[in-house]
């Protein structure tokens, strides 16, 4: 590359798209005709750079290393130690700081002088280069024409093992966790933007369709469609007011200044939001309010013979909802944004959710959504089907089938809401943005369609098979709890002394990988434990008709999609130390299987 002004095989910094920050990067060629610089970073993605975002490397080593002494908090975080971790210090900010840096672009210049401090405290440590990022010096790509062109390395998710034990890994691991830049994006994912305009229509479809088969004699799927009722049948507006009450109350219990007050994950910009943890404070308000309205002589069948019309209303709130959230997020800061609902597509990321944590004050809407009225409305409802059955089959008690799905479903949402903490370190909480999608699901989905194998069992009574069911549920709850509060634990305090037996692998994002364990079994154990779950809560519901095993064929599409979907997140955060994971711990969610 003759009179350019980086050569092939050089090393530079290379300033990361949209953000202010440099990472280290290697030149790998020069296009004259659209003027840019290929560079690889060091977890291999590759981009295309122009010359004025690329800097030689000797200012920035003096320059950070006299700044390295002051912390943000995003650096203070990356500097926590697994407990098998060495003394050795990741040579990477946080993702966090990299959309920190973002924001200053869009910063008026005294607020981004300030910024800049935090944003130069980048550790630019020698780095011993992997295998991968020398030879691609080698064969000259080629070269594209976008202005910043990012190549996403190959999915490898599914390499074959190495017989390395994990304290290897982290040795090795050390040298190559390199300064792993965050992506400012990520590929849209549901099908894209076509998808979103299909599942802004299926879903709601879908939710008619299984309420109105739930109903018939023959929900069988020949019945398609089912028989649509008249328009007025769809409105009550009484059933909007019970909506909207619940909500309310819902609201108020969470108001309320009882229970803990728990901290998020840090945020890009450092801050920790603080949630008030109180699920099981709700729940058992709401059994107490329930029973008191029994008692009183309130028919709950109600929510059986107007499932429809409530479902209807619940519809209605969840799109008002998302309109709201969508024309919110207008006003956010970019830093509040969420990476993948922010296409630039009114429609996907209408759909996809824009803000990450919309709150009004401190009511934070995407963690009550999740974690209140649809949840605790699922045991709700759920109890007015076992009464509703009582009425129609003319029995004194429930179906021990029906006694079975509304105790086996009441645990789960118990122990959801007894461990509401471990909410705050799942993907929905710490990554996705709440949009149609979430709200939708949260409000509309878990309710009326979650509660199909109690709405079927109404006018469907089955023989159960309770034993197998127990030792499934046993076996699930277990796997799925321990799984997800060992992972929750570690993300809290990776130093917790009950952990320090666990193997893990450090990354460059200053977070470490669980390697053994639950983690070291397969890569979604929790997954695993919900399945067995999903499939003891509907074999009693029988073999009969295929509507209550819909749940379990949902459940495995849904866990196998958000599997890859967190697969792609992960890699693209944690880069070579994510495919050293997956290496190590082959399958997904069935071991051996999957
Ligand atoms: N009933 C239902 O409808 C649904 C239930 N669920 C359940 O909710 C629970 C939460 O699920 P979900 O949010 O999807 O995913 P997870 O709770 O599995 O969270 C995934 C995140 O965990 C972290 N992680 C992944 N691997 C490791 C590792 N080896 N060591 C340490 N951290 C790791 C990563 O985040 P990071 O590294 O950034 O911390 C990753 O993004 C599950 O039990 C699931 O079954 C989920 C969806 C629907
Ligand atoms: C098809 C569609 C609209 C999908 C949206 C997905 C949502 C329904 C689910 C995404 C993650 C969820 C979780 C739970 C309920 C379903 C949704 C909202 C959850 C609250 C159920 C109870 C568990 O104990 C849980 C807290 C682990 C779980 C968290 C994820």
Known sequence: MPSVKYQRGEMVMGRWPGSSLYYEVKVLGYDTKSQLYTVIYKDGTELELKEQDIRNIAGFQTRSRSRSRSRSPGRRRSRSRSPARTTRRSSSRTAAAVAAAAIMESAPSSRRDAKLKDTLEVRLSPLVSARAFESK??????????????????????????????????????????????????????????????????????????VLQGDLEDPSLVNFPPPLPPLEEFWDAQALGFVILWVLLQALLYILPFGKLSEGMPLSSGERLKYRTNGFFAITVSALAAAAAVYLGVDLTYIHSHFLQLATATFLISVLLSAYLYVHSCYAEPAQLALGGNSGNVVYDFFKGRELNPRIKNFDLKFFCEMRPGLIGWCLINFAMALA??????????????????????????????????????????????????????????????????????????????SLSLCLLVVGFYIFRKSNSEKNAFRRNPSDPKLSHLKTIPTATGKSLLVSGWWGVVRHPNYLGDLIMALAWSLPCGFSHLLPWYYMIYFIILLVHRDSRDMSECRRKYGSAWDEYCRTVRYRIIPRVY
């Open 389 to 466: 059955e009582m009425k129609e089959q003319r029995l004194d008690a429930p179906s021990y089938s029906m006694i079975l799905v509304n105790l086996f479903q009441l645990l789960y949402v118990v122990d959801g809401l007894w461990n509401e903490e471990a909410i705050l370190t799942t993907m929905d909480l710490m990554h996705d943005g709440f949009g149609f999608m979430l709200a939708f699901g949260d409000l509309v989905w878990v309710p009326f369609t979650y509660t199909l194998q109690a709405y079927y069992l109404v006018s469907h009574p089955n023989p159960l098979i309770p």
């Open 137 to 210: 010096v080698e064969a000259e790509p080629e070269l594209n024409q976008g202005r910043y062109n990012l190549r996403r390395r190959k999915e490898d998710g599914d390499a074959k093992p190495v017989e390395t034990k994990p304290e290897q890994l982290e040795e090795k691991d050390a040298k190559v966790a390199a300064a792993a830049p965050a992506n400012l994006s990520t590929p849209l994912d549901f099908g894209g933007k076509i998808g979103a305009y299909f599942w802004l229509l299926f879903l709601p479809a879908w939710v008619l369709f299984v």
